[in-house]
């Protein structure tokens, strides 16, 4: 049974930096494309960002783009969000996902999903 757990969100200010984790147990996530989406309440579940298998090629969201990086560790079966210039309209609950089929940008193209940690940025 895989098990994505995320890691490294809080509360954070205006401008600041913040660098998420996500580890997988069960698993191993280089067979897979990886992604990131996030969820603020009362609205729906946006992606953020993806990194292909082989991890050279990745997709985000126009909102992070140039913001964000996404990256990964296979040996460490690990998949990090770099989130950089961070600002009010990016406090949500993240969540990182493995792609199964489908298209990168659709949440329900993911089969396996962590259980989020928030991300809160104060003005």
């Known amino acids: 049974q895989v098990q994505l757990v995320e890691s490294g969100g809080g509360l954070v200010q205006v401008g600041d930096s913040l660098r998420l984790s996500c580890t997988a147990s069960?698993?191993?996530?280089?067979?897979?494309?990886m992604g990131w989406f996030r969820q603020a309440p009362g609205k729906e579940r946006e992606f953020v960002a993806v990194?292909?298998?082989?991890?050279?090629?990745?997709y985000y969201a126009d909102s992070v783009k140039g913001r964000f990086t996404i990256s990964r560790d296979n040996a460490k079966n690990t998949v990090y969000l770099q989130m950089n210039s961070l600002k009010p309209e990016d406090t949500a609950l993240y969540y990182c996902?493995?792609?199964?089929?489908?298209?990168?940008?659709?949440?329900?193209?993911?089969?396996?999903w962590g259980q989020g940690t928030q991300v809160t940025v104060s003005s």
């Open positions: 069960g698993r191993t996530l280089s067979s897979y494309a």
């Open positions: 996902a493995g792609h199964y089929s489908g298209s990168f940008y659709a949440w329900n193209a993911y089969g396996f």
């Open positions: 990194i292909i298998q082989g991890g050279r090629t990745t």
